[in-house]
């Protein structure tokens, strides 16, 4: 049983440690998914192994808001409501705060109270199917939901009287020695039920007497639930600091939650890692980090890109290309290889491969280059004679784009202009 | 560059400087330097700090055909070797180490005025090269110049950082603080700089764990995308702080999920390390999911070409294969058998004695002739422990009459290995060899062939055991010879076994004998008897 206990503690304050980062969820308490309920002997000694969640059910008993549960979650880390060595009266006080406003807690009297802590007392088995999801789906809020359990207590808090004729009905399984923590999926709230919650319910209420009986209670609650569901969907938040200061903390198990706590939760780097659902998350933008550097635009690319490789870079790109593979696994890699070099024929076979650019140059611009020489050369004597040959030349290479064989013909233009003073000594330069 | 390039230019002028900086020849080009400022002329700025690069990153030796620097002990026919083991060096492993006042300092010394890549050039070389204190003292030299430094002095620096102090909070703190200064300086950080502060951080300590997360988280909110080498020093770090077991457990697979299905180019030199540290992990964790992840992860894309050389796809793929035979079903592990040798790579001989356990488990032990055939192509067949292991799984239980047939085969086979005198010296023939080849080949009705290996045991030196000489006697009597029985009796006599006489009476008793055989086997059994 303790050991159960330490389950239930365990995975509910692993869900806990999750629903932290959840700030605000419209979650409704009435619909709890898990809900740790611990029996609570009537009147007697209660010695409610109480965690939070059944904290959170009792004081959810009269918060009308899923929200403020929640809130109540989240906002206390440790659970206030954890500890309950809740006599009796304890309870009753609390239970009796939250039982008269729906909106504020108030205290009032035992009874009612008293009564919904029986109510509360139902092992009621929570089965995966019963559970009627909505809201989050995560597996944090689900286990948030645990945390946040109110299913049983807002039926009673919104409809004390409503429910006070059903409480008979409800006590009735008391067995009342017996501590049974059970933990109930509320119905509504989220899709996902943490199996081990769900194991560990189904573990607690095992060793339940009455447990059909129960079972049967507890669906009829969740069908309630549900009902009640849409009109406390709108859950008001502004009870939440009343509740909270209504919430009795025991000391002996603040200690005992933390202690857990850290356990699971804390490493000494203070990201930890999350047994159970979580596993290890690297969730980056919200974790810690260094601090060093701030994240810019990417205005400072630019300067790598001007620089010149140095030696420095050839070497590290040689090494980088030493240490990869890069040779072809078979014959049809290296012939792709070949092909990407220009080692091999492109198939099919383009005679015309390289050359998509001539296609576009009409042949008359190759061949009839005359027109070239009608300016800056003589056009009579040995140079024109000179030229003409070589136009004639270039007329028949087929390797030259017309612009080579055009800036051919330029570089004799300027040629023969630059050494016009020795051509006019020998009497050659003719215009 | 190949050594028979010669040089063209042969005039002093920086031209000639430009040429042998371009064909790396270092002396040629420290020689040209100094004559160059002898006779007076200016150097660009520009050849000065290629000059530099090259004395630097050479640290003033000549280049060898690997492409390093010469160390004092290399040869020409290092280099290939060299390559081959590249893999696992650092970018800082000092090949050759960092003189004194070489010609990388003195050039720096005399320069008229060092800009941030003359340090550059000196620092990075220094910190290649082992100088790593001088490194850091010629950063302050910087600082007090009123220089900025640029990334790659960082990324040498922090580099260097765990080799000049003690104390792994001492390494943290100097790590930060370049970090900071480079924040002061306005200088971006890279993948690389991230990839050097891990490095550094493997040598930290406990200190490291939560830093190396730290910086994993600065790298995604600068937007920089961690490289399969910055996972492997994470993963390393934690496997050291907290065990391998628990890593491979917890950050595993959220690292494997977060790779899945990606592509991955070479953005380091030790990417492809990430996947053999991986799947060491996984084989000591013994973690057949991880395991299968990282081989999917392999196979997606280009990422294989990481793995690099054959030497390094071996010790993966080797990894891979315990694995698969510690935990896989044998129908799986036979499977994967097939698939990857030898075409991905040659399993060693531990490799082959693990699947030899795996058939062992799996109850498919009539395959053992095959693997014996494939032990033979890989040339593992001078491994005596594998042979044996071989053998006793062989004999160990009886089979089938085919399987037994087989195996009587496979034995020959062995017997034969057990002669060749190719590779060095033959195998040494165990008693258990001995014996295990001789049952085998009883077993399938060899008896020729056993009676063979039995002589061996005298030519070698080795005791019969009991059992097999009994087992050979009742062979005998199933096949009927009873001049056989006989010489059997006569080589136990010949060994002095105790168990001759039982021999002599149970070849009396259950075989038709002659007269001059019976006589000559009571002598035995008197002479026995009496020796006792």
């Known amino acids: 049983m303790a050991n159960m206990y330490r389950l239930l503690f365990r995975t509910v304050y692993t869900a806990r440690r999750s629903s932290v980062s959840v700030c605000e969820r419209t979650v409704f308490p009435a619909k709890c998914d898990k809900a740790s309920v611990f029996r609570v002997a009537n009147g007697g000694g209660v010695k409610a192994l109480s965690t939070s969640s059944v904290r959170l059910c009792e004081k959810k008993d009269n918060v009308v808001p899923s929200t403020n549960a929640d809130d109540m979650a989240d906002q206390t880390e440790s659970p206030p409501l954890s500890t309950q060595k809740a006599e009796d009266d304890g309870k009753v006080d609390n239970m009796a705060t939250r039982v008269e406003k729906p909106v504020v807690l108030q205290r009032d009297d035992g009874g009612t109270i008293k009564q919904q802590m029986d109510v509360k007392i139902e092992q009621i088995i929570a089965k995966p199917k019963k559970v009627k999801t909505d809201g989050v789906k995560s597996g944090k809020e689900s286990l948030l939901d645990l945390l946040g359990t109110m299913k049983v207590d807002v039926t009673n808090k919104r409809k004390l009287t409503n429910l006070k004729p059903q409480q008979n009905y409800y006590t009735t399984p008391k067995s009342e020695q017996a501590e049974v923590a059970t933990v109930e999926a509320s119905s509504k709230k989220s899709e996902t039920l943490d199996p081990e919650l769900v194991s560990a319910a189904s573990a607690a209420a095992s060793t339940l007497p009455n447990r059909s009986q129960a079972e049967s209670a507890l669906l009829m609650k969740l069908r309630q639930h549900e009902a009640i569901a849409e009109a406390q969907k709108k859950g008001n938040m502004n009870n939440l600091g009343e509740i909270i200061a209504d919430m009795k903390v025991t000391k002996l198990n603040r200690r005992q939650n933390t202690g857990t706590y850290n356990q699971i939760q804390f490493d000494e780097d203070g990201r930890g890692y999350k047994q159970g659902a979580g596993g290890f998350q690297i969730s980056f933008l919200r974790e810690k980090r260094l601090d060093i550097f701030s994240p810019t635009t990417g205005e400072d690319e630019v300067d790598f890109a001007v620089a010149r490789p140095t030696l420095w870079d050839m070497d590290y790109a040689n090494w980088l290309s030493n240490s990869i593979n890069l040779m072809p696994r078979n014959g049809l890699e290296e012939m792709i290889q070949w092909t990407k070099e220009g080692k091999m024929w492109q198939y099919p076979i383009n005679n015309e491969i390289g050359l998509e650019e001539e296609a576009s140059v009409p042949f008359h611009e190759h061949i009839f280059l005359d027109k070239h020489l009608k300016e800056g050369f003589p056009s009579q004597g040995p140079v024109r004679h000179f030229m003409e040959l070589v136009v004639a030349g270039l007329s028949r290479n087929p390797y030259l784009t017309v612009q080579q064989k055009r800036e051919h013909i330029s570089w004799f233009r300027d040629y023969f202009q630059q050494k016009e003073d020795v051509l006019k000594e020998a009497d050659v330069y003719l215009n | ?532």
């Open chain 2, 1 to 532: 560059m190949p050594e028979t390039v010669s040089l063209v230019l042969e005039e002093v002028s920086e031209e000639a400087l430009k040429e042998r900086i371009t064909l790396r020849k270092v002396k040629a080009s420290v020689d040209m330097y100094d004559q160059l400022l002898q006779a007076g002329t200016a150097v660009s700025i520009e050849t000065t700090h290629n000059l530099l690069d090259l004395i630097c990153l050479y640290c003033d030796r000549e280049p060898v055909e690997g492409g390093g620097p010469q160390t004092e002990d290399t040869e020409p026919g290092e280099g290939a070797k060299k390559r081959k083991i590249r893999f696992q060096q650092s970018l800082v492993s000092p090949k050759c180490t960092w003189e004194e006042n070489n010609n990388a300092e003195r050039l720096f010394n005399v320069l008229p005025e060092r800009d941030t890549r003359c340090y550059s050039a000196l620092i990075r070389g220094m910190a290649k090269h082992g100088a790593y204190e001088k490194a850091f003292s010629m950063y302050t030299g910087l600082l007090n110049e009123r220089l900025k430094a640029d990334i790659h002095i960082f990324n040498a620096l922090i580099i260097s950082a765990p080799n000049v102090r003690e104390k792994y909070t001492e390494r943290w703190e100097l790590i930060n603080e370049l970090l900071t200064h480079m924040k002061e300086q306005e200088v971006r950080p890279n993948l690389l700089t991230f990839n050097n502060v891990l490095q550094a951080l493997k040598r930290c300590g406990t200190v490291a764990k939560s830093k190396s997360l730290q910086t994993l988280y600065e790298m995604k909110a600068l937007g920089i995308a961690p490289s399969l080498t910055t996972y492997s020093y994470i993963l390393e770090i934690f496997s050291r702080t907290a065990g391998v077991v628990q890593t491979t457990s917890n950050m595993l697979p959220e690292i494997m999920s977060e790779l899945s299905g990606k592509s991955f180019t070479c953005q380091g030199p030790n990417d492809g390390a990430f996947f053999i540290n991986t799947m060491k992990m996984c084989l000591e964790s013994i973690d057949l999911e991880q395991g299968y992840k990282i081989q999917s992860l392999l196979e997606c894309g280009e990422n294989w070409r990481l793995l690099g050389a054959s030497f390094h796809q071996g010790i993966y793929y080797g990894t891979f294969f315990r694995l698969l035979c510690e935990r896989e079903h044998i129908d799986v592990v036979l499977k994967w058998y097939k698939k990857l040798i030898p075409t991905h790579f040659y399993p060693n001989s531990q490799g082959l004695g693990k699947l030899l356990q795996a058939l062992d488990a799996g109850n498919r032990l009539d395959l053992l002739p095959q693997i014996w055939q494939d032990i033979r192509t890989l040339h593992h067949e001078d491994k005596s422990h594998l042979v044996e292991e071989l053998l006793s799984l062989m004999t160990r239980d009886k089979h089938s009459p085919e399987v037994q047939e087989s195996f009587a085969a496979c034995a020959l086979d062995v017997k034969g290995v057990f002669e060749i005198v190719a590779h060095g010296p033959p195998l040494e023939w165990s008693p258990s060899s001995l014996k295990n080849i001789t049952s085998l080949l009883l077993r399938a009705n060899k008896t020729q062939q056993a009676w063979e290996v039995l002589q061996l045991f005298k030519s070698k030196n080795r005791i019969p055991p009991n059992q097999l000489l009994d087992d050979f006697l009742s062979a005998c009597h199933s096949s009927g010879s009873a001049e056989r029985a006989l010489d059997l009796v006569r080589l136990s006599a010949a060994f002095d076994l105790p168990a001759t006489a039982e021999l002599a009476k149970r070849t009396l008793a259950e075989f038709q004998l002659t007269e001059e055989q019976r006589a000559i086997l009571s002598d035995l059994v008197s002479v026995t008897e009496f020796s006792d």
